[in-house]
């Protein structure tokens, strides 16, 4: 019987899954993947998806139409109940940005895996490439960013980047928690993360870091506008079209970046 080409495919995007997560994307050749997802013409990978960037955006693809979905369910809810008190509008947008995502610890067919390279993905971003990106409304992330935005002070918003920070959060925590053992009951680890990055989103500018930020931009007037870097520096939307710090390359001269969008 002639080999299924759909059947294929998920067999490579399952072992891109698991090696990813576990690996690293930059720490596993497509050679290793071919192998692992049991092809034996050293070709197949290359056939169906191209490149590691290739299969990375079909790894992300997989997942992304359920989480999208369901993010922008609860975000039509929240707009249909008007006005809220700020603490219930924050965690109800709170709970926006972590469930469909936290659904995916108990998604047998590669969820967990997901998490860990979604994590990844956040880290690895270099800032230029993330302050050039456009919010675009169709993408259930930037709606929830913008969703949030009348709830942050204007130095939170513009000069801490606390949006990107309880995104971070998100997929941090998801990721050590997809990590551990499975067939734990989550519902307890999912609320209290929805509270934390409730709390992240409510956290008041302190009389210390306002001084702190005061001082830096003296010394980039000073210095006629150089950026220091540090916390403040964060941007505000992860993994949008970026190179890998495999670079083009990657491990084994095999195709690295540009790495395909993040989905949140």
């Known amino acids: 019987m002639p080999p299924n080409p759909e059947a294929t495919g998920r067999r490579l995007v399952a072992a891109a899954e698991r090696l990813f997560a576990e690996r690293g994307i930059d720490g596993v050749s497509l050679r290793e993947i071919n192998g692992a997802a049991g092809q034996r013409n050293s070709t197949a990978l290359q056939y169906h998806f191209g490149d590691r960037a290739g299969l990375l955006g079909a790894v992300l693809a ?32 709170a709970a926006a940005l972590v469930r469909p995502m936290a659904a995916k610890l108990a998604d047998p067919d590669g969820g967990r895996y997901y998490l860990r390279i979604m994590e990844q993905l956040v880290r690895r971003t270099p800032l230029p490439a993330l302050r050039s990106t456009r919010s675009d409304p169709g993408q259930s992330i930037d709606r929830w960013r913008e969703l949030v935005a009348p709830l942050l002070s204007e130095v939170a918003l513009r000069r ?35 509270d934390v990055v409730s709390a992240v989103l409510a956290t008041e500018v302190s009389e210390e870091t306002a001084r702190l930020l005061g001082e830096r931009d003296r010394r980039r007037d000073e210095r006629g506008g150089e950026r220091d870097g540090g916390a403040g520096e964060v941007p505000e939307n992860p993994a949008r079209g970026t190179a890998g710090p495999g670079g083009e390359n990657g491990p084994g001269g095999e195709g690295g970046g540009p790495w395909p969008q993040a989905p949140a």
Not at 66 to 91: K, V
């Open 62 to 93: 997989k997942h992304h139409p359920e989480i999208e979905a369901r993010r922008h369910q609860l975000l039509d809810e929240y707009e249909s109940r008007g006005d809220l008190p700020e603490a219930e509008a924050r965690r109800t947008l």
């Open 160 to 194: 801490l980047h606390q949006r990107f920070m309880a995104i971070r959060v998100t997929y941090v925590e998801l990721a050590r928690r997809a990590a551990g053992p499975e067939g734990k009951d989550d519902r307890l680890f999912t609320s209290h993360l929805i």
